[in-house]
Nanobody, 128 residues
Framework: QVQLVESGGGLVQAGGSLRLACAAS????????MAWYRQAPGEERTIVAA???????????DYAASVKGRIAISRDNAKNTVYLQMSSLKPEDTAVYYC??????????????????WGQGTQVIVSS
């Protein structure tokens, strides 16, 4: 069975940083594209970032944030883990963050697709 387990969330003050991790099991991790989604209370779940199976391609909804180094997705295929590094956090970053997986080759797009597998999420709360 496929399992995705997120960790690293918590309560942090504005301006702080967090590194979320998603440990995958029950799949050949290096054959899967991975993504991070977020969902705030009363809002739809939306994609934050995604990374291809080999780490050579990334996607960020907030491209400017990635350029400034405030957000970065990465993966370590040897550890079957994908990460989401977030810094300069703001209260609006408060949400449950979910990890998702999809087999490579399913779509040429990292964002415009339905991911097959999902974790239970990890809560991020940013206080002002």
């Amino acid at each position: 069975q496929v399992q995705l387990v997120e960790s690293g969330g918590g309560l942090v003050q504005a301006g702080g940083s967090l590194r979320l991790a998603c440990a995958a099991s029950g799949l050949t991790f290096s054959d899967y594209d991975m993504a991070w989604y977020r969902q705030a209370p009363g809002e739809e779940r939306t994609i934050v970032a995604a990374i291809s199976y080999n780490g050579k391609t990334t996607y960020y909804t907030d491209y400017a944030a990635s350029v400034k180094g405030r957000i970065a997705i990465s993966r370590d295929n040897a550890k079957n883990t994908v990460y989401l590094q977030m810094s300069s956090l703001k209260p609006e970053d408060t949400a449950v963050y979910y990890c998702a997986a999809d087999p490579r080759g399913t779509s040429p797009s990292l964002s415009n697709r339905r991911y097959d597998y999902w974790g239970q999420g990890t809560q991020v709360i940013v206080s002002s």
